[in-house]
Protein backbone atom coordinates (compact mmCIF):
# COMPACT_ATOMS: atom_id res chain seq x y z
CA UNK A 1 0.00 0.00 0.00
CA UNK A 2 1.33 3.54 -1.06
CA UNK A 3 1.68 6.10 1.68
CA UNK A 4 -0.52 8.86 2.05
CA UNK A 5 0.65 12.37 1.22
CA UNK A 6 -1.12 13.30 4.24
CA UNK A 7 1.12 11.04 6.16
CA UNK A 8 4.05 11.93 4.41
CA UNK A 9 3.70 15.75 4.96
CA UNK A 10 3.03 15.14 8.77
CA UNK A 11 6.21 13.29 9.14
CA UNK A 12 8.48 15.87 7.48
CA UNK A 13 8.75 18.17 10.96
CA UNK A 14 8.41 21.94 10.35
CA UNK A 15 8.38 21.22 6.63
CA UNK A 16 11.56 20.25 6.27
CA UNK A 17 15.18 21.54 6.95
CA UNK A 18 16.47 24.38 4.65
CA UNK A 19 19.74 24.30 3.28
CA UNK A 20 19.81 28.04 2.94
CA UNK A 21 20.12 28.53 7.25
CA UNK A 22 23.14 27.81 7.87
CA UNK A 23 26.53 30.20 9.46
CA UNK A 24 29.97 29.54 9.37
CA UNK A 25 32.24 30.77 11.59
CA UNK A 26 36.00 30.62 12.91
CA UNK A 27 36.08 30.58 17.49
CA UNK A 28 39.76 30.28 17.34
CA UNK A 29 42.63 31.27 15.01
CA UNK A 30 46.51 30.94 14.95
CA UNK A 31 47.49 34.42 16.77
CA UNK A 32 49.50 35.59 13.87
CA UNK A 33 45.97 35.52 12.07
CA UNK A 34 43.40 38.93 12.27
CA UNK A 35 40.55 38.56 13.56
CA UNK A 36 38.92 39.67 10.49
CA UNK A 37 37.82 36.41 9.42
CA UNK A 38 34.75 36.81 11.48
CA UNK A 39 33.39 38.42 8.23
CA UNK A 40 32.98 34.88 7.41
CA UNK A 41 30.32 34.60 8.69
CA UNK A 42 28.90 36.90 6.41
CA UNK A 43 30.75 36.08 3.00
CA UNK A 44 30.23 32.49 3.64
CA UNK A 45 27.52 31.57 0.88
CA UNK A 46 27.69 28.10 0.46
CA UNK A 47 29.13 24.92 2.92
CA UNK A 48 28.52 21.76 3.46
CA UNK A 49 27.88 19.40 6.30
CA UNK A 50 31.38 16.39 5.63
CA UNK A 51 30.84 13.65 4.74
CA UNK A 52 31.86 10.48 7.11
CA UNK A 53 33.30 7.35 5.99
CA UNK A 54 33.73 3.96 8.13
CA UNK A 55 36.12 2.26 6.71
CA UNK A 56 36.20 -1.35 6.55
CA UNK A 57 39.05 -3.81 7.71
CA UNK A 58 38.79 -7.14 5.04
CA UNK A 59 40.18 -10.32 6.45
CA UNK A 60 40.08 -13.27 4.94
CA UNK A 61 38.89 -16.53 6.40
CA UNK A 62 38.12 -19.90 5.77
CA UNK A 63 37.65 -18.66 1.79
CA UNK A 64 35.57 -15.88 2.72
CA UNK A 65 36.38 -11.70 3.35
CA UNK A 66 35.28 -10.57 6.25
CA UNK A 67 34.42 -6.87 7.16
CA UNK A 68 35.28 -5.86 10.25
CA UNK A 69 34.81 -2.07 11.24
CA UNK A 70 37.86 0.11 10.90
CA UNK A 71 38.81 3.66 11.16
CA UNK A 72 36.04 6.62 11.25
CA UNK A 73 37.23 9.34 8.52
CA UNK A 74 36.14 12.63 8.43
CA UNK A 75 35.75 14.10 4.84
CA UNK A 76 37.03 17.87 3.71
CA UNK A 77 34.84 20.48 4.47
CA UNK A 78 34.79 23.02 1.43
CA UNK A 79 33.34 26.85 1.55
CA UNK A 80 32.40 29.28 -0.77
CA UNK A 81 32.95 32.79 -0.10
CA UNK A 82 32.17 35.93 -1.64
CA UNK A 83 35.02 37.70 -2.62
CA UNK A 84 35.27 41.85 -0.89
CA UNK A 85 37.11 44.12 -2.69
CA UNK A 86 39.26 44.43 -0.31
CA UNK A 87 39.88 41.15 -0.69
CA UNK A 88 39.54 40.95 3.66
CA UNK A 89 38.86 37.33 4.06
CA UNK A 90 40.63 36.11 0.70
CA UNK A 91 43.79 37.90 2.25
CA UNK A 92 43.28 36.03 6.02
CA UNK A 93 43.04 33.29 4.55
CA UNK A 94 46.81 33.60 2.37
CA UNK A 95 47.83 34.91 5.73
CA UNK A 96 46.96 31.61 7.68
CA UNK A 97 48.93 29.48 4.81
CA UNK A 98 51.61 31.81 5.37
CA UNK A 99 51.53 31.20 8.82
CA UNK A 100 51.77 27.89 8.20
CA UNK A 101 54.34 27.26 5.71
CA UNK A 102 55.79 30.96 4.72
CA UNK A 103 56.18 30.80 0.70
CA UNK A 104 59.87 32.39 0.61
CA UNK A 105 61.68 31.29 3.54
CA UNK A 106 59.48 28.05 3.60
CA UNK A 107 58.97 27.97 7.00
CA UNK A 108 56.49 27.95 9.76
CA UNK A 109 55.77 30.29 12.07
CA UNK A 110 53.29 27.55 13.76
CA UNK A 111 54.78 26.34 17.32
CA UNK A 112 52.12 23.99 19.33
CA UNK A 113 48.92 24.35 17.44
CA UNK A 114 50.56 23.23 14.00
CA UNK A 115 48.71 27.17 12.82
CA UNK A 116 45.09 25.24 13.10
CA UNK A 117 42.10 26.80 14.75
CA UNK A 118 38.36 25.75 15.36
CA UNK A 119 35.56 26.88 13.72
CA UNK A 120 31.80 26.33 14.04
CA UNK A 121 29.03 25.15 11.32
CA UNK A 122 25.25 26.28 12.35
CA UNK A 123 22.38 25.13 10.84
CA UNK A 124 19.10 27.31 11.27
CA UNK A 125 15.49 26.27 11.58
CA UNK A 126 12.98 28.73 9.61
CA UNK A 127 12.27 30.63 12.88
CA UNK A 128 15.63 31.32 13.54
CA UNK A 129 16.47 28.74 16.11
CA UNK A 130 19.97 26.51 15.95
CA UNK A 131 18.94 23.07 15.39
CA UNK A 132 22.62 21.64 14.77
CA UNK A 133 26.20 22.72 15.15
CA UNK A 134 29.22 21.43 13.95
CA UNK A 135 32.22 22.22 16.01
CA UNK A 136 35.20 21.73 13.32
CA UNK A 137 38.37 20.98 16.09
CA UNK A 138 41.99 21.88 14.96
CA UNK A 139 40.45 23.19 11.06
CA UNK A 140 43.41 24.67 8.85
CA UNK A 141 43.09 25.90 4.56
CA UNK A 142 44.39 23.71 2.62
CA UNK A 143 43.45 25.09 -0.77
CA UNK A 144 42.07 28.60 -2.31
CA UNK A 145 40.92 27.99 -5.51
CA UNK A 146 41.23 30.61 -8.15
CA UNK A 147 38.68 33.99 -8.56
CA UNK A 148 37.56 33.82 -12.55
CA UNK A 149 37.81 37.20 -13.71
CA UNK A 150 36.24 37.94 -17.10
CA UNK A 151 34.80 41.14 -18.62
CA UNK A 152 31.23 38.69 -20.05
CA UNK A 153 30.59 38.79 -15.85
CA UNK A 154 29.89 42.53 -15.52
CA UNK A 155 26.61 41.64 -13.38
CA UNK A 156 28.19 39.33 -11.36
CA UNK A 157 30.43 39.05 -7.87
CA UNK A 158 33.84 37.03 -7.45
CA UNK A 159 33.92 34.34 -5.12
CA UNK A 160 36.27 31.79 -4.53
CA UNK A 161 36.33 28.18 -2.82
CA UNK A 162 37.87 27.45 0.11
CA UNK A 163 38.79 23.47 1.22
CA UNK A 164 39.60 23.32 4.90
CA UNK A 165 41.00 19.72 7.10
CA UNK A 166 40.28 19.16 10.17
CA UNK A 167 41.00 16.48 12.61
CA UNK A 168 37.54 15.83 13.96
CA UNK A 169 34.63 17.79 14.79
CA UNK A 170 31.76 16.99 17.67
CA UNK A 171 28.19 18.15 17.24
CA UNK A 172 25.53 19.62 19.34
CA UNK A 173 21.85 19.57 18.88
CA UNK A 174 19.95 17.09 16.25
CA UNK A 175 16.73 18.61 17.45
CA UNK A 176 15.88 22.33 18.44
CA UNK A 177 18.91 23.38 20.62
CA UNK A 178 17.83 26.63 22.95
CA UNK A 179 19.46 29.76 22.48
CA UNK A 180 19.23 30.33 25.91
CA UNK A 181 17.48 28.42 29.39
CA UNK A 182 14.16 30.84 28.96
CA UNK A 183 13.69 30.10 25.56
CA UNK A 184 10.94 27.89 25.22
Not at 42 to 47: E, H, P
Not at 72 to 93: A, K, P, Q, W
Not at 125 to 133: A, E, S, V
Request: glycine share 8%; aromatic share 12%.
Amino acid sequence: MATSLTDFKGAIVHGGARPSLFEFVFTATPTDVSTSLGDVKLYCNVSEIPPLTLTPIERQYFGRTVKIPGDLVFGELTTTIINTEDFGVRNEIEKWMEFINSTVANESKADVDFGTGSANLTHFQKNGLKTMTYNFIDIWPTSLTEIALSYDTASDIEQFDCTWAYNYFTTEGGSVVKQNPEQD
